[in-house]
């Protein structure tokens, strides 16, 4: 008995770490190759959430943006989005980030979205 009991433990020594190592690898191979097919026509383009449950999101499907709210029961279609509006935003996005780097005094920071 204590014969086997030894083998039974060498092997587990052995192959414990081999399969730690191939679940890490597949792992890291799975998001490198995102298997749940990004949509063509369809990008969510920011999330918020407001509760465990609900969330508001703006939503490109082809040329168009909407803004979109979500609960575990309901998707609601709030209301379409003008480019102009989101344009709008990224400005002030990047005019709140030249604030805080001065502030801060953060050298070299660069505007990436002009």
Known sequence: MNGQFFKSFIQLIIFLPLIITLIYLLGRLGSKFNVTSPSRCM????????SK???ILIVEIGKKTYLVSATSNNI???REIDKSEI???KLQYNEDLKKYANIFNIKGFKNKNK
């Open 43 to 50: 990008k969510i383009i920011e999330k918020l959430p407001l």
């Open 53 to 55: 449950e609900a969330s």
């Open 76 to 78: 609601e279609l709030l």
């Open 87 to 89: 344009e709008e935003c």
